[in-house]
């Protein structure tokens, strides 16, 4: 079974920053597009940023201009720097990769990091 392992989550106050990280299998890495979704209490659960295998990113209007999302191919790694952090910011995060062809689907999902954005 494929795992995406996710760190960096936590506590951090009004303002601050984190970064997430999400390492995965290179099988996986080199040919998926990458994903940070995340869901707060009693809400479904959203997309925040992708970043192709090609390297163009896409963010959520609600992160733009203070989440960053990039990958290091050496390292079959992509990260999520967050910046400027509020509190509806407030979620667990999940990784996701994700790949679709013609003839196929591939979707593989990490376990989740918990960030918690409080004074």
């Known amino acids: 079974q494929v795992q995406l392992v996710e760190s960096g989550g936590g506590l951090v106050q009004p303002g601050g920053s984190l970064r997430l990280s999400c390492a995965a299998p290179?099988?996986?890495?080199?040919?998926?597009?990458m994903n940070w979704y995340r869901q707060a209490p009693g809400k479904q659960r959203e997309l925040v940023a992708t970043?192709?295998?090609?390297?163009?990113?896409t963010y959520a209007d609600s992160v733009k201009g203070r989440f960053t999302i990039s990958r290091d191919n050496a390292k079959d790694t992509v990260y999520l720097q967050m910046n400027s952090l509020k509190p509806e910011d407030t979620a667990v995060y999940y990784c996701?990769?994700?790949?679709?062809?013609?003839?196929?689907?591939?979707?593989?999902w990490g376990q989740g990091t918990q960030v918690t954005v409080s004074s």
């Open positions: 996701n990769a994700y790949r679709r062809t013609v003839a196929a689907k591939s979707d593989y």
């Open positions: 290179r099988s996986i890495f080199s040919l998926h597009a």
């Open positions: 970043i192709t295998s090609g390297g163009r990113t």
